[in-house]
């Protein structure tokens, strides 16, 4: 049974059931897709891969979003470049005048800032082109005429139901919405746990390496920055 036919069958809108449909099926489609890419931000999985490339003495520099819904993390020959925010820069420059060598010569960028909704501001800029790879959240597949099924882990699975649920019967019944929502949680709650018990709790489980492996790269997460946390 594909993940469709299981939003209909307990929307009661089965082809086996009696009743005509309320639901069309392009906005359950809809419903699905928008709670597939919820609960991938709040999975929050570091699985996506992409490249950018930040150019001498250009500051801006775009994010691949075709492939990495929320960019966490940039890693480059040169290490990691770490996330901040413009306002923290120019304290920065007007508080340690001393040290503005940091921020004035160009040099492998050590920092990133969000600016709009697809690019990053550079600090300091880029004497010479590098190439950076950006990981973050993948995209999630897309229910559609031609794909009616998504292929995840069962927790996972269970939460979009729920989700999707929650917002097609939004409008309509607000007590099965808040239930389904509250369902949602806890399937997402089960699904980071069994993914927290896979990698185990070791202290080589969670060791950033010398490397910058996406497995051990550490914890910060620029992605927060654009999601305003």
Known sequence: MTIV??????LGESSSMLGTAFWPTAEVYNAINAALVA???????????????????????????????????????????????????????????????DITTPTAPKWVAPYGLEQVRTFPLADTSYQYDVYGVA??????????????????????????IAFLVDD????????????YTQYISAYLRTQRNKRGRAPLAVKPSGTFDRARSGSIKLGQQFRGI
């Open 39 to 101: 609960a991938y931000i709040d999975a929050n999985e570091d699985t996506a891969l992409g490249t950018a490339t930040i150019t001498a003495s250009n500051e801006f520099v775009d994010l691949p979003y075709e492939t990495v819904m929320i960019p966490k993390r940039i890693v480059g020959a040169q290490g990691e470049v770490f996330p901040t925010s413009v306002t923290d820069i120019e304290i920065y420059k007007a508080y340690y005048s001393y040290a503005l060598s």
């Open 5 to 10: 036919d299981e939003v209909k069958l307990e």
């Open 172 to 183: 309509y019944y607000h007590e099965l919405c808040e239930l389904k929502y509250m369902e």
């Open 139 to 164: 995209w999630p597949p897309e229910v559609s005429g031609d794909s009616l099924d998504i292929s995840v882990a069962q927790e996972l699975r269970e939460a979009v139901k729920c989700l999707a």
